[in-house]
């Protein structure tokens, strides 16, 4: 006997905007906790984070404290489409205070960001995103806890590292 099944996952720009609005909320916790960056500035981040998401091109959004180039706290945001995903309240995203703070976030994309996509793009963004060849792979913290934010198909996978 043979058995086979199909699972469509279907979201809208809604879902996407419901999503990113938990996400606003931890960037501007720990922007407001940690005081590295101003909240009008974790409010920027979050504009294109959700244009991005919405034009479908956003893979994750990676942001990190440091303390005089240390890594101290990391969180990571995972754009998951599988539908599978539990819809959380934002939370436990306060940031310590550090001595010399320095807030860093780092966009990856998917392959359909295409120059072609950059163009489409640009002047719509707020951020005047540039490559980055910083090292995000967090291997001096450890990864602890994290959240699910989704909304029908749509959703985003918080991943925590600490020190």
Not at 4 to 25: G, K, L, M, N
Not at 46 to 73: C, H, P, R, W
Not at 85 to 110: C, E, F, M, T
């Given at each position: ?111 359909s960001y295409t120059q072609q996509a950059r163009d489409k793009m640009a002047g719509k963004l707020k951020i005047n995103w540039t490559t980055s060849y910083d090292d995000i792979s967090h291997s001096q913290l450890t990864q602890r806890g ?18």
């Amino acid at each position: 006997m043979t058995y086979s099944a199909t699972q469509t996952t279907t979201y809208t720009t809604t879902d996407i905007e419901s999503v990113v609005r938990r996400i606003t909320a931890d960037l501007l916790m720990i922007a407001s906790s940690s005081e590295a960056v101003t909240e009008a500035k974790a409010k920027e981040w979050a504009y294109d984070i959700e244009l991005l998401a919405k034009n479908g091109y956003l893979k994750f959004a990676d942001l990190t404290l440091l303390s005089n180039g240390v890594e101290q706290k990391a969180t990571r945001y995972y754009v998951n489409e599988s539908g599978a995903l539990a819809n959380q309240r934002p939370g436990d995203a306060r940031w310590p205070k550090v001595s010399n703070p320095h807030l860093r976030i780092v966009l990856s994309y998917n392959d359909s960001y295409t120059q072609q996509a950059r163009d489409k793009m640009a002047g719509k963004l707020k951020i005047n995103w540039t490559t980055s060849y910083d090292d995000i792979s967090h291997s001096q913290l450890t990864q602890r806890g994290g959240r699910e934010y989704s909304s029908n198909g749509y959703g985003m996978e918080r991943k925590d590292y600490t020190r």
